[in-house]
């Protein structure tokens, strides 16, 4: 997936993402974060900047208190 690399993705839109990647692929939130990281970084964690990784990890955070 490509992200526009004019906006800063925020931390609700990867809680979302993460729920679906979960939903879809009917795997675990550690897995989901690996699928997320691959498809939207592509092994660059701050290929968006420092925030939207942050925004990134405070979702799987998030996510994973929650669990």
């Not at 879809?24 to 939207?40: G, M, P, Y």
């Not at 970084?41 to 669990?67: I, R, T, W």
Request: hydrophobic share 35%; net charge negative.
């Amino acid at each position: 997936m490509k992200l526009n690399r004019s906006g800063k993705t925020s931390k609700e839109f990867f809680v979302s993402y993460l729920k679906l990647v979960m939903n879809t692929q009917k795997c675990s939130l550690e897995v989901a974060k690996e699928i997320t990281f691959d498809r939207i970084f592509e092994g660059q964690p701050h290929c968006f900047g420092k925030e939207v990784y942050d925004n990134f990890l405070s979702a799987y955070e998030e996510m994973k208190e929650s669990d």
